[in-house]
Structure formats: structure tokens, C-alpha cells
């Protein structure tokens, strides 16, 4: 006989879940289009970029227990996979990148660019590429049982590797500069606010569709398996799962999350270049879910929305001083409040329980 099964469906939980897609949608829509200047809403386009890198990581993280310092290498991926295409497009058919015939290193388009002309090959490349290659490193990395630090350190050196292989070929992928002066964006033009509104909504609707796809995921049978990997990976093998597998899956699919958040960042921000994606944004994005909460759904993405606004506001003000406050930050939250901001609601509403539940004294006779 089993007991009764909490499902998503349930009349409660449900309700609760569309009515906070809801609000979700009516402030990217509706409010943030009216409030917003284009400068300010174009920004608010990048936080979601990089909001969108969160939820992979507050997957794999929060609930599967790897500390990720590598999703630079996923979101820089995607990000080049788009920004080769709309070079392409603008240099139109047979002709090569501005930037190319600028330094003049070659002679005809590489091989290797050629695809990218296409739509239909560059935009699931920019998904399905960043999702190969972490396909192939956790599969080594897992089935050997490497994690924990180890695991964070092995990441973290991927993304510095391929940023300096992208320093060092100019030539093909521009180098320190990187990928820059896109014009247009599948026939729109990018310097029209109009469009540029455009690009914001689809990143918007992107992002609403990845909080989906994460809450289907961490409240699905997988999402349990995955929490009783990160706290008992022995008995979950002893019960006849392969953890390797199950950590592979959330690896894998916070890699796609951050290479169509660095495909949809390309024509949001304008460029691509190895300083957005080596060890420091990718340490920054792990700030962001940590300071939001990297156990609870929208945690990381308000965390990462947070810790991308005071970067650009305070950066303003103390340009020298930012990564202190930014690494102070992170040292606070870590050691007085693990959890991240979203654990002070929890924090209050067991406070207010606690306050509710206390036992009548007894009244004399």
C-alpha cells in the first residue's frame, strides 16, 4: 500500500505555479516595456541572458551538488555560434567577415565557418554544441567519480583553455577583440529600438520557458534522484542507479541553458569576446545563484539579475572597489546566510509558524 503522492498537478501547487508564471509574464512584458527607458531595457535584457545561465546552475548545483566554474565555456559556445552566423549574414553570400579581410591573415572563409552561413545549422549549434561538449567532459570526468573540487577545478580550467585559444587565433575568431558591429538579426536591423525590443521579448519568453522546463525538472522523479545523488551518491548506486548518468543529464542540460543564453546575448549586447567567458564571468555567474539561493527555482535568477545590476550601478561610482564589494558579498552570503536571499522568506515563515504554534498556558482552576 503506498501513501498519497505529492504530484505538480495538485490543485495547489499548481494554481501557485501558474499564477507565478503569470506575474512573472506580465512584469517582462507588460511592465518592464512601459517603466524602462531602450538603454535600461536593453540592459535588463542582458541581466536575463545571464539569468538564463542560472538556472542551469542552480540545476546542477543547488540540486545535484557540482559546483559548475565553468559554464563560461557553454555560454561562450553558444555566443560565438551566433555571432558567426549574424557575421556572415552581414558580409552576405561569398564574402567574408569585415574582420577578416581587416587583418588580413586569410585568403577564403574557413571550413569550419562555412556552416554557419546557415540558420538551420547555426542556431541548434549554438544549443547542441555547448550540450556535446559537456556530454564528452562529464562522461570522462563522472565515470572516474571525480567531484567535488576537483570537479569545480577541471571546469574552471576548460574555461580558461578556450579562452586562450580564442585570444590566440585573430585571424578566425577575432582574437582579444572578439566578434563585434552586427547589423542585423535575421533581416531586422539591430540599431532599430524597435527591434531591439524585439530581441528583448524573445529573451524574455526564453527565459520563462527555461524556469519551466527547471521546475518540470526538479519536481519530476529525475529531480528527486538527482537530490539523493548530491546527499547519498553511494546508496543511490547501491539501489541500482548510476549516479554518473544522472549528474551527466543535469551537466548537459545547464550547458544548453548557457549556450542559448550566450546565442540570445550576442544580439542583445553586440559582442562576444574572451573576457565574457573565462574564469571570472564564470565565478560570477556562481556569485549570482549563490546570493539568490542556489536550491530554490527563481533564487539564481533574481541572484544573478541582482549581483549584474549593482555591478553596472556601483561600478559607476567605484570602479576600483567593485570586485572587493563583489567578493565581500559573496563571503557574507556564504557565511551567514547559505542559503541565499530566498531563504529569508523560509526564515520568516517559520518564524511567523513558530510564533502561531506556541502552547496555551494553562489556566487555573
Given at each position: 500500500?503506498?501513501?498519497?503522492?505529492?504530484?505538480?498537478?495538485?490543485?495547489?501547487?499548481?494554481?501557485?505555479?501558474?499564477a507565478g508564471f503569470a506575474v512573472g509574464a506580465v512584469l517582462l512584458f507588460a511592465v518592464a516595456p512601459v517603466a524602462l527607458s531602450?538603454?535600461?531595457?536593453?540592459?535588463?535584457?542582458?541581466?536575463?541572458?545571464?539569468?538564463?545561465?542560472?538556472?542551469?546552475?542552480?540545476?546542477?548545483?543547488?540540486?545535484?551538488?557540482?559546483?559548475?566554474?565553468?559554464?563560461?565555456?557553454?555560454?561562450?559556445?553558444?555566443?560565438?555560434?551566433?555571432?558567426?552566423?549574424?557575421?556572415?549574414?552581414?558580409?552576405?553570400?561569398?564574402?567574408?567577415?569585415?574582420?577578416?579581410?581587416?587583418?588580413?591573415?586569410?585568403?577564403?572563409?574557413?571550413?569550419?565557418?562555412?556552416?554557419?552561413?546557415?540558420?538551420?545549422?547555426?542556431?541548434?549549434?549554438?544549443?547542441?554544441?555547448?550540450?556535446?561538449?559537456?556530454?564528452?567532459?562529464?562522461?570522462?570526468?563522472?565515470?572516474?567519480?571525480?567531484?567535488?573540487?576537483?570537479?569545480?577545478?577541471?571546469?574552471?580550467?576548460?574555461?580558461?583553455?578556450?579562452?586562450?585559444?580564442?585570444?590566440?587565433?585573430?585571424?578566425?575568431?577575432?582574437?582579444?577583440?572578439?566578434?563585434?558591429?552586427?547589423?542585423?538579426?535575421?533581416?531586422?536591423?539591430?540599431?532599430?529600438?524597435?527591434?531591439?525590443?524585439?530581441?528583448?521579448?524573445?529573451?524574455?519568453?526564453?527565459?520563462?520557458?527555461?524556469?519551466?522546463?527547471?521546475?518540470?525538472?526538479?519536481?519530476?522523479?529525475?529531480?528527486?534522484?538527482?537530490?539523493?545523488?548530491?546527499?547519498?551518491?553511494?546508496?543511490?548506486?547501491?539501489?541500482?542507479?548510476?549516479?554518473?548518468?544522472?549528474?551527466?543529464?543535469?551537466?548537459?542540460?545547464?550547458?544548453?541553458?548557457?549556450?542559448?543564453?550566450?546565442?540570445?546575448?550576442?544580439?542583445?549586447?553586440?559582442?562576444?569576446?574572451?573576457?565574457?567567458?573565462?574564469?571570472?564571468?564564470?565565478?560570477?555567474?556562481?556569485?549570482?545563484?549563490?546570493?539568490?539561493?542556489?536550491?530554490?527555482?527563481?533564487?539564481?535568477?533574481?541572484?544573478?539579475?541582482?549581483?549584474?545590476?549593482?555591478?553596472?550601478?556601483?561600478?559607476?561610482?567605484?570602479?576600483?572597489?567593485?570586485?572587493?564589494?563583489?567578493?565581500?558579498?559573496?563571503?557574507?552570503?556564504?557565511?551567514?546566510?547559505?542559503?541565499?536571499?530566498?531563504?529569508?522568506?523560509?526564515?520568516?515563515?517559520?518564524?511567523?509558524?513558530?510564533?502561531?504554534?506556541?502552547?496555551?498556558?494553562?489556566?487555573?482552576?
Amino acid at each position: 500500500m503506498t501513501g498519497p503522492k505529492t504530484s505538480l498537478l495538485a490543485p495547489g501547487r499548481w494554481t501557485r505555479t501558474v499564477a507565478g508564471f503569470a506575474v512573472g509574464a506580465v512584469l517582462l512584458f507588460a511592465v518592464a516595456p512601459v517603466a524602462l527607458s531602450d538603454f535600461r531595457l536593453s540592459l535588463l535584457a542582458k541581466y536575463l541572458c545571464l539569468a538564463m545561465v542560472a538556472i542551469g546552475i542552480g540545476l546542477a548545483w543547488g540540486r545535484g551538488g557540482l559546483l559548475t566554474l565553468g559554464q563560461g565555456v557553454f555560454f561562450g559556445l553558444g555566443g560565438y555560434a551566433m555571432a558567426m552566423h549574424l557575421k556572415l549574414a552581414d558580409a552576405g553570400p561569398g564574402n567574408m567577415p569585415d574582420f577578416m579581410e581587416l587583418y588580413g591573415q586569410l585568403d577564403a572563409l574557413p571550413w569550419w565557418w562555412r556552416p554557419f552561413a546557415s540558420p538551420y545549422f547555426a542556431l541548434p549549434a549554438a544549443v547542441l554544441l555547448p550540450m556535446a561538449v559537456a556530454y564528452l567532459l562529464g562522461s570522462l570526468v563522472f565515470r572516474r567519480r571525480v567531484r567535488g573540487a576537483y570537479f569545480a577545478i577541471l571546469s574552471q580550467a576548460l574555461a580558461a583553455a578556450l579562452a586562450i585559444f580564442l585570444i590566440g587565433q585573430q585571424g578566425t575568431t577575432g582574437g582579444t577583440n572578439g566578434l563585434t558591429d552586427f547589423q542585423g538579426f535575421f533581416g531586422y536591423a539591430l540599431d532599430d529600438p524597435v527591434n531591439q525590443r524585439m530581441v528583448y521579448f524573445i529573451i524574455a519568453g526564453a527565459l520563462l520557458l527555461l524556469l519551466a522546463l527547471a521546475r518540470h525538472l526538479m519536481h519530476s522523479r529525475y529531480g528527486e534522484l538527482l537530490v539523493a545523488v548530491r546527499d547519498a551518491e553511494e546508496r543511490v548506486r547501491f539501489l541500482g542507479y548510476d549516479p554518473a548518468n544522472v549528474k551527466l543529464v543535469a551537466y548537459v542540460t545547464a550547458a544548453g541553458m548557457a549556450g542559448l543564453a550566450g546565442a540570445l546575448f550576442v544580439p542583445a549586447v553586440g559582442i562576444i569576446n574572451p573576457a565574457l567567458i573565462g574564469i571570472v564571468p564564470s565565478i560570477e555567474f556562481v556569485i549570482g545563484v549563490a546570493v539568490g539561493g542556489r536550491a530554490t527555482l527563481l533564487g539564481p535568477v533574481l541572484g544573478a539579475v541582482a549581483v549584474a545590476w549593482a555591478r553596472t550601478s556601483l561600478s559607476e561610482q567605484f570602479p576600483a572597489a567593485w570586485t572587493y564589494l563583489q567578493g565581500l558579498l559573496f563571503v557574507l552570503v556564504v557565511a551567514f546566510l547559505p542559503g541565499g536571499l530566498a531563504s529569508l522568506v523560509r526564515r520568516v515563515r517559520a518564524r511567523r509558524r513558530a510564533s502561531q504554534t506556541v502552547p496555551a498556558q494553562e489556566v487555573p482552576a
